[in-house]
């Protein structure tokens, strides 16, 4: 799988919108699930990352360990960005805004098949056989909406190792304040380091 990291957790949250009925496309309740990273991955892949979301705002804060910044995404407003702590700094997420949405589409219009049940990372879950565009793999849902596990047909994917349901902060999904606001890729581009444009 070689996409960045935000977009592994975009498709861990676009995933619940496959459920028949389309019952949950977010979390029902606050949980931390921490993921592995399946199949082949470009070296800048994290090979495991956490999703916590605070479902009563929709919002999702993805992090790694290997990773310099921590990912907040909003999916009522669709704004995505970084934050670096140790910087002081947000910008806006690597993955453009378009890309991010094709993933949620994906999910939404899936054409579904049942295929049992199964369990993962002591959950539960239900799972599906999904196909969109060319695109085939299974994802296995909890009845409130979290993916414990999603692949594509080449076994590429994220499957979940622990699940945590707990009240989360909600500072914790915030941008602190006095942080700037600054596009590190037009920063780049400015010193001549060639990053492609968003």
Known sequence: MRR???ALALCAAAFPALAQ???ASFPTRDVVVTYRVLGNASPQTPREFTVAAL???GRLRVEAPSMPAWALADRR??????VMDSMRVVTPSPVRQDEAMRYIR????????GAGSASQAGQRC???RFEEQ???GTACLTAD???LRGVNERGEGVEATRVEYARQDPARFRVPEGYRRMDLGDMARSLGLGMPRR
């Open 134 to 136: 060319g695109q085939r």
């Open 77 to 82: 407003t669709g704004r995505t960005e970084m």
């Open 145 to 147: 909406g979290v993916l």
């Open 21 to 23: 009925n389309r019952p």
């Open 126 to 128: 239900t799972n599906y």
């Open 4 to 6: 960045p990291l935000f």
């Open 106 to 113: 994906l999910a939404e219009t899936a054409r579904l098949t």
């Open 55 to 57: 479902a009563a705002e």
